[in-house]
Structure formats: structure tokens, C-alpha cells
């Protein structure tokens, strides 16, 4: 009860740094600050990278977490967030405030990489694996509204005054503190019993970037998995730098319009579709899950390419509504999936595995994805952006039913077929 209240507050400032509201802002704020519309566009693709781009540091969390007290350790590092989230509204309306302000938002994400990552070592100890999915679920729900609320709140606040994120920032700061003093009394069951294992296994194993190698090279199922996730994720990252782009450039939305479609619908959905994957979840193998998840994105990207093309509104929402869907499963997936294939030792170290390799797809997709705009755009077909993700996305899809396909055949064909 203690974890779902801080949940309550703790999203307040995570929302302010979401990917596609930041984007909208970034897009529309800092438009008459002097940048020129590339320069302005890459920024655009910073902020969206942010989230994922700060995954590269989730091995550095892993190995410094490692035979640490892990609540105290992640109540550090949600402080650290909310720092970086409330300077962001001392950053000025030119230039420097525009990039200070990517840079704040890359250091807010980098830091609450280290909470999830070693958050799952926590959700591991204390609920067991036929009840995760469902408690996962009842947690990211939470956390899907307060986003919502959170990212509402800059959208309708940026319409009545530009400047107003100089106070909106600071106050979602404030708020989500009070989430982080309820986390520091959330208990973690068997911790003294966790940190002797991570402290003998530290003794053979470190957890560093060349740990992510040998991980991949020692659990080939997990490097299998981890292959398709990659191409599958890259699709998907691809797709908030331009939705926030074509908002603004082809749609001339409202902030509220556009963080509508980019983060409060998506958020608002999530609590709908949660219990539904979560079921699914808490029955099946990850692989398994995915192989039909996956399919909740394609639809949603190719919605995306149909609303740019016809310069739909609407659409745009029907999209935000069906991205909302899946990341309603991607969310339970991406917080304990990993945890079919890890022994309990090993938790954050495969989660660090899975979380970077995502970081480094996060690097790549936001700068591919605007550049692909930039040329299609030089030819009138911007639209196509989507549909790129949207083949990129059905690849990843079908390598997760191949995955299972796999999973399912007899040990004995596995094997002849390894060898």
C-alpha cells in the first residue's frame, strides 16, 4: 500500500519530462527563439530520445546498486529527478535555455533509469511471480492517471501562458516529493538474505558494459529475445519526434491538443487495457506475450500514417488512444519480463541488459526518424515517416511469433537444430 501511495505523487515529475509533452513544448515554446526550424526539430528529437538515450547508464546503476540497501538507494535517485526536473524552469527562452533545457531533461531521465532498474530487485522480494503481473499492473495504473493529470496540467497551463512552465516545472518538482518521503518506508522482504548473494556473486561476476556481452552470449533465448525487442522498440521510438513535429508544422495544434494526442490519451487508455494484459502476462511466458502484444503497436502506427496523410485531428487521438493500449502491456512487460528468463541474483543485471540495449535503439531512432522526415518532407511525402515505422514494427512483431513458434516445438528439435 505504502509503494502504490508513492505512486500516487511520484509520477507528478516524471510527467513533466515525458518524452511527448516535452516535445510539444520544446516544439512550440521555443519556436520564436531565434534556432532555425532544424535546429529546432533536433531539439524536438533530444527530449524524445531523453527517456531512452538515458538507458545506456542502466548497467552503471545495476553495478552500483549491487550489495546496496535498494530502497534508500532508488529514494537518492527519485530526489535526483525532481532537481533536475524543477531547474528546468530557470532555463530562459533562447538558445541556451533551449538546449539547458534537453540537458536537464537527459540528466531527470538518466536518474530515474537507476529506479527502474533496480526497482525490479525490489518488486522481486516482496511479491511473488504469480501475483507480479497483477500488482505491476495495479502500479503502472496509478502512475498512468498521475501522468495524465501531470501532463494535462502543462498542456492547458502552456495555452494560457508560454511562460508559465518557469512555474508549473518547480511545482510538479514539489509534489512529487511528497511520493518520494512515502517510498522511503516502503520495506523490501529478504534484503539482508539479497545483499550477501549480490555481494558473493559480485566476487565472479561485475556488472559493467561488458557484462551485457557475456549475459547475451550465455542465455542465447534472452540474446534471441532481445534481438527482436531492439528492432521492434526502434519502430516504436521512432515514432515521437515526428508526431510532435507534424502537430505542431502540418496541424498547428493547441499545447493542449498536442500533448492531448502524445501523452494524456495514450495515459488515460493505459488503465484500461492494464488488467487485460496483465492477465495475459501473469499466464504466459514473456515471448509468448509479446507475440500478441506486439500487434496493439502496429495498429497504432499505422493509425499514426493514415492521420498525417489526411491531416486528421481525430485520428491523431484514435492513435494516442491505440499507442495507450500497447503501452499498457509494454509497461508490465518492460518492468518484469526479463524476469523469465534471470535467476533472482541476477535480476538487475538482466534488467540492465535489456534497459541499455533499449537505451542505445533510443540513441538511433529519434535522429533517424527526423531525418527521415527532413528528406521525405523535401519530396511532399512526410506521411511516409510513419509507414517506415509502421514495416519496422511488423518485422519486430513477426521475429516475437517466430519466438514462440520456437518455444514450442520439442526439446529434441531444439537441440538438433543447435547443433
Known amino acids: 500500500m505504502r509503494e502504490i501511495l508513492s505512486w500516487a505523487f511520484l509520477p507528478l515529475f516524471l510527467g513533466a519530462v515525458e518524452g511527448g509533452a516535452?516535445?510539444?513544448?520544446?516544439?512550440?515554446?521555443?519556436g520564436e527563439c531565434g534556432v532555425s526550424a532544424l535546429e529546432l526539430n533536433l531539439a524536438v528529437a533530444v527530449v524524445s530520445a531523453a527517456p531512452n538515450v538515458a538507458n545506456l547508464s542502466s548497467f552503471l546503476w545495476a553495478g552500483w546498486a549491487r550489495g546496496r540497501r535498494k530502497v534508500p538507494f532508488i529514494a537518492s535517485l527519485q530526489?535526483?529527478?525532481?532537481?533536475?526536473?524543477?531547474?528546468?524552469?530557470?532555463m530562459p527562452e533562447n538558445r541556451f535555455g533551449l538546449w539547458g533545457l534537453c540537458a536537464l531533461a537527459t540528466l531527470a531521465r538518466t536518474s530515474w533509469t537507476g529506479v527502474i532498474t533496480v526497482r525490479a530487485a525490489v518488486w522481486r522480494a516482496n511479491y511473488p511471480r504469480e501475483a507480479r503481473a497483477h500488482i505491476a499492473g495495479n502500479m503502472?495504473?496509478?502512475?498512468?492517471?498521475?501522468?495524465?493529470l501531470s501532463g494535462w496540467i502543462l498542456g492547458v497551463g502552456m495555452d494560457l501562458s508560454p511562460r508559465s512552465f518557469h512555474m508549473i516545472f518547480p511545482a510538479l518538482a514539489l509534489l512529487g516529493i511528497v511520493g518520494n518521503v512515502l517510498w522511503r518506508r516502503v520495506p523490501m522482504r529478504g534484503e539482508a538474505r539479497s545483499l550477501r548473494a549480490e555481494t558473493e556473486d559480485a566476487g565472479t561476476r561485475r556488472i559493467d558494459a561488458g557484462s551485457i556481452v557475456r549475459t547475451l552470449r550465455e542465455d542465447r533465448p534472452y540474446a534471441h529475445f532481445m534481438l527482436w525487442m531492439w528492432i521492434f522498440g526502434l519502430g516504436n521510438l521512432m515514432i515521437g519526434a515526428p508526431q510532435a513535429i507534424v502537430l505542431e508544422d502540418e496541424m498547428h495544434a493547441t499545447y493542449t491538443q498536442g500533448i492531448l494526442a502524445t501523452t494524456v490519451i495514450p495515459l488515460?487508455?493505459?488503465?484500461?487495457a492494464i488488467p487485460f494484459w496483465a492477465r495475459r502476462l501473469g499466464r504466459s511466458h514473456v515471448v509468448d506475450f509479446r507475440a500478441v502484444h506486439a500487434w496493439s503497436f502496429v495498429a497504432a502506427t499505422a493509425v499514426l500514417f493514415l492521420a498525417s496523410w489526411w491531416r486528421s485531428m481525430p485520428l491523431f487521438y484514435l492513435a494516442g488512444a491505440l499507442?495507450?493500449?500497447?503501452?499498457?502491456?509494454?509497461?508490465?512487460?518492460w518492468n518484469i519480463g526479463h524476469q523469465d528468463f534471470a535467476p533472482p541474483e541476477r535480476d538487475a543485471e538482466y534488467m540492465a541488459v535489456h534497459v541499455t540495449l533499449n537505451g542505445i535503439r533510443g540513441l538511433i531512432a529519434p535522429f533517424l526518424a527526423v531525418g527521415l522526415y527532413e528528406g521525405l518532407k523535401a519530396w511532399g511525402l512526410a506521411p511516409w515517416t510513419f509507414f517506415v515505422c509502421t514495416l519496422i514494427n511488423v518485422v519486430g512483431a513477426w521475429g516475437f511469433v517466430m519466438l514462440r513458434k520456437a518455444r514450442r516445438r520439442p526439446v529434441t528439435t531444439l537441440v538438433a537444430a543447435s547443433a
Open 22 to 30: 516535452l516535445g510539444v513544448v520544446v516544439k512550440k515554446a521555443f
Open 79 to 90: 530526489t535526483a529527478t525532481a532537481i533536475s526536473v524543477g531547474l528546468i524552469a530557470a
Open 140 to 148: 503502472a495504473t496509478v502512475q498512468s492517471l498521475v501522468l495524465a
Open 268 to 272: 488515460l487508455v493505459m488503465p484500461l
Open 323 to 333: 499507442l495507450g493500449v500497447g503501452f499498457a502491456g509494454g509497461s508490465l512487460a
